[in-house]
């Protein structure tokens, strides 16, 4: 096989199976690889990976004519390496007649101090295509360096070179792809969604090697069961913002049992044992918190001066008995609305228009953040020197906001919505004490409307905040899964 042949195959059908077991388990054996091979041509697959000289032969038998790019994981305790680590492996499988062969292609020093180089010319000695699996883009320079025709983003992630990433190193693509038009370059590592496929064919990839996401049955089935891992448990849900302080025991399934208020307490240990009281009360074991300012690993980093004995302070009930998850009351309520029913799987933004302005964006995954802080839409100023949260905050407006303030109410909200829409949400949820007041709703969704944005009032009305802090616990987003899903061991 040529380069130029295999890049004719990969331009009609771009996707490579890697078809490959986990030692030990029941796909391990040959008769299965050749199974889940068969399927992955049925479907249009033109090109295999496949790891094994016994696995290798067995689909050469079952599927004549198929390109098949081979490689040998094998331990060697004098190096890392161990994915066509030596020349042996190299010579093994030019024997089982592999168009490709595979190697990593990292700078690391290899078993025996074999270099790259040589095993490439070995390679090449018998008629076939080396490919090298990177990690950096320096492997890959190194790999053509070594005569590699090809070069794969396969290792990206798995070296101390290269840190862990939850998704693929789309980068990587478009870097190797810049260092020659002549080479083929293949996208591997952590690919399992259309649009990642989509991303690394426009950053220069010839083709995208997938493995677990096709044929790993135990890796899907592991990832799956755990996205059903859940705290089926009520809760007690906080809002602690500049008026007051309100609880809520909430259901499994999200609905409230009952709630209670009490005037926002001066100092925090005031607020603490009230909050811990309710909590027990119910008997509730684990809490989420909406709370203002950034919030750090439960604690209050920053914050602006509605909140007396605050900032610095921690919001974990821990020493109650009680596990406890806090985030910005912005993030927490646009949590929550990301998770009702018919906005899930979208992007949601929400505007919290209330004692303050708070904002908060989320998708069918996480809260968009970083370290805790939020879109800080209060303090964005207005053609006359005042804040977005000057015009639209309670506190600013009073109790009974009225017809003359609409004027300036709007410009606020212009400026919020246009911050906001940057983000291209589905749909912009207002709520709050000034979002659901009566005397604004149809100027709020004229004026969004004329910019383009759908826009909603929220379906928790009073408790959006209530709700988004038990959504935290019984729906976690991305940022807090884990650490809830500690809490069921």
């Keep these: 096989m040529t380069v130029s042949e295999l890049r004719a195959l990969l331009q009609n059908a771009a996707l490579i199976a890697s078809v490959q077991a986990p030692p030990g388990s029941p796909l391990d054996s040959p008769e299965s690889i050749v199974a889940m091979a068969q399927a992955s041509l049925e479907q249009g697959v033109r090109v295999?990976?496949?790891?094994?000289?016994?696995?290798?032969?067995?689909?050469?038998?079952?599927?004549?004519?198929?390109?098949i790019i081979g490689l040998i994981k094998r331990d060697f305790g004098d190096s890392?390496?161990?994915?066509t680590p030596t020349a042996h492996e190299v010579q093994e499988l030019v024997e089982a007649a592999c168009e490709v062969i595979a190697l990593d292609a990292t700078q690391r020093v290899r078993p025996g101090g074999e270099s790259l180089e040589s095993l490439v010319n070995l390679i090449h000695a018998s008629g076939r295509l080396a490919m090298g699996d990177c990690d950096t883009q320096a492997s890959a320079e190194f790999a053509l360096a070594a005569g590699c025709e090809i070069v794969s983003s396969t290792l990206s992630g798995y070296t101390d070179e290269s840190p862990a990433s939850p998704g693929p190193d789309i980068p990587l693509i478009q870097a190797m792809r810049g260092l020659s038009d002549e080479i083929v370059v293949l996208a591997e590592g952590r690919y399992d969604a259309p649009w990642q496929l989509r991303a690394a064919l426009a950053s220069g990839a010839d083709g995208i090697v997938m493995g677990g996401a096709l044929n790993?049955?135990?890796?899907?089935?592991?990832?799956?069961?755990g996205a059903t891992k859940r705290w089926a448990e009520p809760v007690a849900a906080f809002d602690l913002g500049g008026t007051w302080l309100r609880y809520a025991h909430v259901a499994a399934l999200g609905e409230i049992i009952r709630s209670e208020r009490i005037p926002l307490p001066e100092t925090h240990e005031e607020r603490l044992d009230w909050m811990a009281a309710q909590a027990q009360s119910d008997d509730v074991r684990a809490a989420g918190i909406s709370a203002g300012g950034v919030i750090v690993d439960g604690k209050v980093a920053s914050a602006k001066g509605f909140i007396p004995d605050y900032v610095g302070r921690s919001l974990d009930l821990s020493d109650h008995g009680i596990h406890t998850v806090a985030i910005n009351d912005g993030l927490a309520t646009g949590w929550g609305h990301a998770r009702f029913a018919p906005w899930v799987g979208g992007r949601v933004a929400t505007l919290a228009l209330g004692t303050g302005v708070g904002a908060g964006i989320a998708d069918a995954e996480?809260?968009?953040?970083?370290?805790?802080?939020?879109?800080?839409?209060?303090?964005?100023?207005?053609?006359?020197?005042?804040?977005?949260?000057?015009l639209l905050g309670g506190m600013n407006l009073g109790?009974?906001?009225?017809?003359?303030?609409?004027?300036p109410l709007l410009l606020a909200l212009r400026i919020a919505a246009e911050a906001v829409k940057i983000a291209a949400p589905d749909v912009v949820v207002l709520c709050g004490?000034?979002?659901?007041?009566?005397?604004?709703?149809?100027?709020?969704?004229?004026?969004?409307a004329s910019m383009g944005l759908r826009a909603e009032f929220t379906p928790y009305g009073a408790d959006a905040g209530l709700i988004g802090a038990a959504k935290l616990v019984l729906d976690p987003p991305r940022q807090f899964r884990a650490q809830v899903l500690s809490w069921l061991d």
């Design 48 to 67: 295999l990976r496949l790891q094994g000289v016994e696995n290798i032969r067995a689909v050469r038998n079952a599927c004549p004519g198929v390109p």
């Design 80 to 83: 890392p390496i161990y994915i």
């Design 216 to 225: 790993d049955p135990l890796k899907n089935t592991s990832k799956f069961l």
């Design 366 to 390: 996480e809260i968009f953040t970083t370290d805790g802080d939020y879109p800080r839409l209060n303090d964005l100023l207005t053609p006359d020197g005042r804040t977005v949260e000057d």
């Design 399 to 407: 109790d009974d906001p009225t017809q003359a303030d609409r004027e």
């Design 433 to 448: 004490g000034v979002g659901l007041s009566p005397t604004f709703r149809a100027d709020f969704l004229a004026l969004l």
